[in-house]
């Protein structure tokens, strides 16, 4: 069963806007960190944004501040990651993950993924 599915994404140019969604389901997502992950071509997994179970609490990567932005609706089990003026180098595969136990933009703590949903930029 999937727990989170991703929608969104696709081909934009530099300086475009794009919205990924996240829909979690089977769990109790309002205990839930979410957090988005990309991964450029050839590259490792990198964290994105990371937003607390309240929605109170949100970090960013240095490279997306300002730019992007990660938001929730516990009512619907749903986050959203805003992206406005894309650079090129914002290519990759995007994922969307949930760890239950605490605020950290460390991959390997997340126990469910969502399937990756590919942003390609063009300069």
């Known amino acids: 069963q999937d727990r989170l599915v991703q929608s969104g994404g696709g081909s934009v140019q530099a300086g475009d806007s794009l919205t990924l969604s996240c829909k979690a389901s089977?769990?109790?997502?309002?205990?839930?960190?979410i957090a988005w992950f990309r991964q450029p071509p050839g590259k490792e997994r990198a964290p994105v944004a990371l937003?607390?179970?309240?929605?109170?609490?949100?970090n960013y990567a240095d490279s997306v501040k300002d730019r992007f932005t990660v938001s929730r609706d516990n009512d619907q089990y749903t986050v959203r990651l805003q992206m406005n003026n894309l650079k090129f180098e914002d290519t990759a595969v995007y994922y969307c993950?949930?760890?239950?136990?605490?605020?950290?933009?460390?991959?390997?703590?997340?126990?469910?993924w969502g399937q990756g949903t590919q942003v390609t930029v063009s300069s």
């Open positions: 993950a949930a760890n239950s136990r605490y605020s950290t933009m460390y991959s390997a703590e997340y126990e469910y």
């Open positions: 089977g769990i109790t997502f309002e205990r839930y960190y």
């Open positions: 937003i607390s179970p309240s929605g109170i609490d949100i």
